[in-house]
């Protein structure tokens, strides 16, 4: 139960340290006849390369997809699906310094305790690398979801203490500027906020939302396995995320019932509810309307500035973190937030199949 | 896989609707030799009973807990406990009149949808009383974590808008008033607040905060079954919370990384951080710090004013629930977010005795 | 991972020990919509009781199940069957005399060793008994697959050395004999055998056979999760049971792959074998043949003739095994052989309808 | 569900195909701090080459492993090992004349069924080189056993109608001889027979035997995962597998219970039993004796003698299958055996570790 796995029906199994030979991902379930090919993934691959701005970091990483296994073709065929992406950019020795070290605000401390030591080149397991075969899983299901109209959008809301006021998010600008900012105002002011920021050897945390659209009622399952708790699960499992809300979230708390209630309504004859307070979802079960969900991401714990820290052998010192590091890890974890919510939505659509007895007599009778 | 299991190790699958013959709990993987009793179970059950305060609905739940296997002499054997609490207090008429109909808030449309129909007599399924199972078993978890030193405690920090604050909180105040609330001068206000809503046919929600005392660092798998992110499914996986978070949660979004990194320090010999905004976990992995997270937790949605909604037959009308229901969930709650707490940190415990070569060694040589 | 579990998509969890409160299963994943209702169940728990002949022990089991969930105006709800039959007949007294003592052929030594003490009293969790949760949840699936057309029945091929030739074999008449065998000359030869076994307080073992008609082809996980594979766990984990095989089985290592292969040919517009040495499995996937499998049982190990063991305090001593014990277990295991087969098959054409995009695609849209 | 996932706790996904990328396994669950190189899988995957024999395919396969992630400095990380087997001999042409042809024997028709069309060249995922991935995982778990000084041992017990006795059983003989068969007065009469029907265009098939030296008592599940139902799925999940047994196995069936019991004694100050009828386990637990199973192999079905078949198409037609196949499949199948038995001791080790309170308490305190 060593955790690398998620999902159940539509299972991946993600692997690779940063400075090892390459990192991958396993797809166990995707259904056969889906055309599948590497741009695929590598559109997604690609949104969450650095380098692409002064908010990430200068590190090239190459991360060319390979599919190994499970398309013949051009169509999946039922079976595993394996995609390799090898390590080439690798300068250990940039991470000699700190190979004794615990970074304030990483996993360093808490590897070593649980394994006994670590591969401390670049964070190796927990480093941000580890999201490659999230977003490669991520893109295999998001082409899942594409074909039953389903659509995972994710962008920034706020970077800092500057949020997108709700009536003003804009999914288009959100896809056109380098912070993922979903408002050109809010944009300007969060720019030069990170750019202090880094400048004085600082990092900056932010939010991100993600919508779902096109969502039948009925998936989720009405337990421990409702569609908002995997979808925290999923999302609170990416590395710098510390808290998740869906529809009104946190706000609700403050509410009353009179105001949170969302009313049903018939239009077009379909059931719709005239507000959206529950975030498309209600007793853990999709509603029908847009699913609408938000993470905070903490600051980027790898900072420039020197901290107070010990190290393996018990003695207090101090460190100064050299090497390339996004001041702002927001940016980069937009199309990871996607991804996990594709594949959450992915496999529990899967599970609903056998909601219905008459359901299962139509499929194979 | 229709997720009424929880947990891979400690593994626990609940059953039983509102209005059915009783609810209860198996729990497969307790270890043998622990000592448990029917009192350690209603100890944690009598916490969520209803009809305890003006605050929680006048509803008597008898709710008596019966072990029907896995103990023997007093002690756990090692084998499935299965724990039943029969249905006593059943007044199906009350509901009657709403089988029809969509209750804002509630899970009746997404049954449906799922289903095809739906137990319509209080929930079904979807009632709160889902919950026994879930404190049950975490009463058995609770027991196993208290012989290894580690405690969870749940309080209400927020009700409505009333918030206690940080500096304020004080646990033992809080079992000892009927909202939870763990600040005298907060629960001054917040229960005129909610006296007034109830009142009016209306009700409020609240945030429940979390500390787990005791833990031991190297706890939480290190992608996607981090503690954190396993505390998030079980936390969002009750039934009215909307929102999770970790440590300083979403107030980490709009700090920086010099105010959110929690620096090492050497005290008595123990590595220690000198704050705690990361809430005990880092990498997904327990790091010796107090665990302590928050739950926004949204009004009852069952409320006597009148709402609009819609029937099975998709006709607009509208809805007034009677009967007897807590125009307050989260006093009720706090015992259910301990229960998950509890069952999510002994099996990430049991999951971690496998993390090392040398130790399985150790443990059978 | 206490093992108390059985399928992934149809999970059932039993629990229970022999003489403790009672025993039970719990059937997580039986789709909405399907009649059920306790006679069900009690029509497979009354095959399985003791006490119906000279053959079975003499103890009564009064056996009656309660459907305490998941099932509302006569249909199942979509979530969980709690199923509970309580003890009755307890007579602990009639095994004080052997709570120290490790009796040959049982798991007595075995328990202690795993779990330091054990419930002495009738076997506890590894008694004959723990089969009702089995058998019950096996009433529920051999419903669910009855309206999909399937059927699987189980029989004695043999008793002892005496064996019903393959083309002997007539299923009716198993249905009326206390031995359950498929042939009445067979018969009459195995019951004189094991009357003789039982005075002289010995024992005897003997083979179930297992034919599951009505399967569509294309059932079945084509690596681990093979069809053949889960029913030989599935066999392979009911007590007596020390071998298993498939089509031909042990025959087939000594046959050739002419002899061996089953060419397919045109029937009727359908694509048939016209032999089924393979037992109706191909690749681990069914072929659309009749499926059919064997189980070897061996004797009862609780027989009254004296035996040599040791004790709980390790001292050699010896062991006469007093009260009421089947002399022949095979006839009380055929319907558990076949709950094993019908929950079996009902898990893997469940995770079948995840297999194609085209059919997801029209299942959804 | 897709099902290339085995083990629990130590947990392998498999992927691959005979002729695509390539083929390998990622193994999560294997704790930190165990050495392990390439050298280890390359070991075990060398056995299973075929190429080595004339009773083998003359195809070479170079079948070299990398390992990309999960071991740092000769130790593994506690992460997931992902081992990688790129295919290099791959004559598609070979096989395009059977695209559309169903071998007898074979899964194309039931992969057909299943999943809409298949890979056709060389079996696909029903390949024999599909064996890979589990090859190296079970090298892994051969390495970690091999540390608590537990040792799985197979070999041919017989080939066609040719048995070893059991007196006669010569391990070391085994290692040396072409058909791994353990007895060369039987190596000198089967190979002479596999060499005759290898020549007619026919094939043989035969039994392998396993055994398990070191295990300490008390592993395994007592109710659904059993020690031996859990080698009975992993045994039976080899492609060419049609039966298992264990100990007596199908022998026990016409045993008597004083015959087949095993009597306990003291030897040396331990609990030991002076027969092994049971094959090492009593109720699916380790009883400390060597564990013994058997499987039953069939012959391979790919031979060069003309068949009837049918077509893609439901035409009646026959099939003469070209190619380098294995007249025997059971000499490369041993280490298979081998692989699949430590990957399934393995996982019940490590899950016996939460079996006891007490040895939890000591773990942690």
């Not at 949170?260 to 239009?267: L, S």
Request: proline share 4%; charged share 25%.
């Amino acid at each position: 139960m060593a955790g690398s796995s998620f999902g159940s029906v539509f299972r991946i199994a993600t692997w690779g340290e940063s400075h090892g030979g390459g990192l991958g991902v396993v797809v166990d379930g995707c259904p056969a006849g889906m055309s599948l090919c590497e741009d695929d993934i590598q559109i997604f691959l690609d949104r969450r390369k650095p380098g692409q701005s002064e908010f990430t970091t200068a590190r090239k990483e190459g991360d060319k997809a390979r599919i190994l296994s499970g398309v013949f073709e051009g169509k999946t065929e039922g079976t595993p699906i394996a995609i390799v992406v090898e390590n080439t950019d690798q300068r250990s020795k940039d991470y000699s310094n700190i190979a004794k070290l615990y970074r304030p605000g990483h996993a360093d401390y808490t590897f070593d305790e649980k394994y006994g030591f670590r591969d401390y080149r670049g964070g190796g397991r927990s480093s941000g690398r580890e999201t490659i075969g999230r977003v490669a899983a991520g893109a295999v299901a998001a082409k899942f979801l594409k074909g039953l109209g389903i659509n995972a959008t994710a962008y920034a809301k706020a970077i800092g203490p500057y949020t997108v006021p709700d009536e003003k998010v804009d999914i288009r600008y959100a896809a056109e500027n380098p912070l993922c900012l979903a408002d050109p105002e809010t944009y300007e002011k969060a720019s030069v906020y990170a750019r202090e920021l880094a400048a004085a050897g600082n990092s900056a945390g932010g939010i991100i939302e993600c919508v779902i659209d096109g969502m039948r009622p009925g998936i989720g399952e009405p337990v421990f396995d409702k569609l908002d708790a995997e979808l925290a699960k999923a999302i609170m499992s990416i590395g710098a995320v510390k808290g998740f809300e869906i529809g009104d979230g946190f706000k609700a708390a403050s509410s009353t019932g009179l105001e949170n209630n969302d009313p049903f309504r018939m239009v077009d004859g379909n059931i719709v509810k005239s507000s959206n307070h529950s975030g498309g979802i209600l007793g853990g079960i999709s509603d029908g309307s847009q699913i609408i969900f938000r993470a905070a991401v903490k600051p980027t714990p790898s900072i420039s500035s020197p901290q107070l820290t010990v190290d393996k052998d018990r003695q207090e010192t101090d460190i100064t973190i050299h090497g390339r590091h996004d001041p702002l890890v927001v940016p980069r974890a937009v199309v990871v937030v996607e991804a996990m919510a594709a594949l959450t939505v992915t496999d529990l659509l899967m599970r609903n199949m056998t909601a219905r007895y008459d359901k299962i007599k139509n499929f194979y009778i």
